[in-house]
């Protein structure tokens, strides 16, 4: 809807005066769009990214590359099974994956070269940046990246929106030295799958309504409040804020985007109607909607139905085998508030959500332009520790990659038979962002610049990987 006023420089602090706009409701990120001119960027295979962060080390040997072979007292309980690929197999923690095996590559050689990202913190960093944090510069996430270089062309949400981004490992995202308007958008919601969840801050003040707020605004074209022109770039990107501040208060699908219960039960009932599930399939929405880049950060809550499940994520140091909690006798503490591996609460929704979520995106045309990513930080020890736990482990691990262009049906690279390290075309987070870069069309020749005109270079240490081109 166009002005009827121009709201200049000189005036719009006058947002004050008019009141009925919470500006602080809204992110930065949905607040601007601004993005790097002069890039020499061009559209890619993919439009948009959807990123699936399983936070915690997700076990690699009892999920996406069975090691039937390894010492026996080592070994995973949950077998190999085929998939929907000849040749192509999984564990049968991933019966339902399997059977949209042929829409996915599996990338067996994820590593890291430095020990700095074997914890939590700096590994989901890793993972968001593709690049080894605690250098003489913070990098931003992939996403910020993406939200400066190309915006969206949706104009009414955040550019990059994390779901519901409340976990512990969440506040590990970046801005680094982009402007604000790049940070990520999080939703918070401790339980998306409650009915009635929405995303707070989202709308007009229904006190006020629209035509109110509309005249408020147009108070403001008669306001002067002295600001001395030219006086600093703040001031226009206010007056940018505020426009858009308006198109996302008003437009009708800024909550319908966030909205589950437009979904039909029955789709509901595939994704799963548990906290992950909604996740999920709230994943697909806001890439429906056109939201650039989304990355969707998940874990069960604590429930009446999983005492003892306090961070069901997938640091599995206690009983990774357990029917229900890891908090079991002769737990080390490392790995409590866990359940079992094969527990619903775990692969079991994992799972059904994952292989849900593929089979929707592919059916409504999405994976065409939409690259899907399938990450944790890193794997899990090849050995049993003294807790039957797994610990962290970053010689080897697995991701998977759908949609944009990325061939289905196929394993890349290779662990040894005990899943310790890496025997074939091994891969890092710095190869994976830039593989997230070339499919949107990036330039890694081109650099972003720091605020006093320092070149940085797109995942300068790593290389697309070409498998999935």
Request: charged letters at 20%; hydrophobic letters at 35%.
């Amino acid at each position: 809807m166009p002005r009827p006023y121009r709201l200049g420089r000189r005036n719009f602090l006058g947002i004050g005066v008019a009141g009925g706009l919470s500006i602080s409701a809204i992110p930065a990120s949905v607040l601007a769009g601004k993005t790097e001119s002069g890039t020499s960027d061009r559209p890619g295979r993919a439009k948009n990214v959807l990123v699936i962060l399983e936070q915690g080390g997700m076990s690699h040997t009892d999920t996406w590359d069975p090691k039937p072979d390894t010492l026996s007292d080592q070994a995973s309980p949950y077998r190999p099974i085929s998939t929907n690929v000849p040749g192509m197999q999984f564990t049968e923690l991933l019966e339902k994956t399997s059977k949209v095996a042929d829409k996915l590559s599996v990338i067996r050689s994820m590593h890291h070269t430095t020990g700095i990202a074997n914890g939590h913190p700096k590994g989901t960093q890793y993972s968001l940046s593709g690049h080894v944090p605690g250098g003489p510069v913070e990098m931003p996430d992939i996403g910020s990246v993406v939200a400066h270089r190309i915006g969206s062309k949706c104009n009414y949400l955040a550019p990059y929106i994390m779901a519901p981004g409340n976990s512990e490992q969440a506040k590990e995202s970046r801005l680094g030295f982009l402007p604000p308007e790049n940070q990520v958008f999080k939703t918070g919601g401790k339980d998306l799958s409650q009915p009635g969840w929405k995303v707070p801050g989202l709308g007009l003040n229904e006190s006020i309504g629209k035509s109110r707020f509309l005249q408020r605004l147009n108070l403001l074209g008669d306001l002067d409040i002295g600001l001395p022109k030219n006086s600093s770039e703040t001031a226009d990107g206010w007056v940018q804020a505020i426009d858009q501040a308006e198109v996302s208060l008003l437009h009708p699908n800024t909550k319908t985007a966030f909205d589950l219960d437009l979904e039909t039960d029955k789709l509901r009932d595939e994704y799963g109607r548990g906290h992950r599930g909604s996740c999920y399939l709230l994943g697909r929405r806001l890439i429906e909607q056109g939201v650039r880049f989304v990355t969707i950060d998940v874990r069960e809550p604590l429930t009446a139905k999983t005492p003892g499940g306090t961070n069901l994520n997938w640091d599995h140091h206690d009983f990774i085998y357990a029917s229900g909690t890891c908090n079991l006798p002769g737990a080390g503490g490392g790995g409590r508030g866990r359940y079992g591996i094969g527990t619903w609460w775990m692969m079991g929704s994992v799972d059904q959500a994952f292989a849900a979520l593929i089979r929707d995106m592919d059916d409504r045309g999405l994976l065409e332009d939409t690259l899907v990513c399938f990450v944790t930080e890193f794997g899990r020890t090849p050995k049993l520790n003294k807790a039957q736990g797994r610990d962290h482990w970053t010689g080897a691990y697995s991701i998977a990659m759908a949609g944009a262009g990325t061939p289905g049906g196929q394993v890349i690279g290779a662990s040894d038979r005990y899943g310790g390290f890496v025997t074939d075309r091994a891969y890092t987070p710095n190869d994976y962002a830039a593989t997230v870069y070339k499919k949107l069309g990036l330039d890694l020749e081109k650099p972003i610049y720091m605020p006093d005109g320092r070149p940085i270079f797109l995942a300068a240490d790593g290389v697309p990987i070409r498998e999935v081109f």
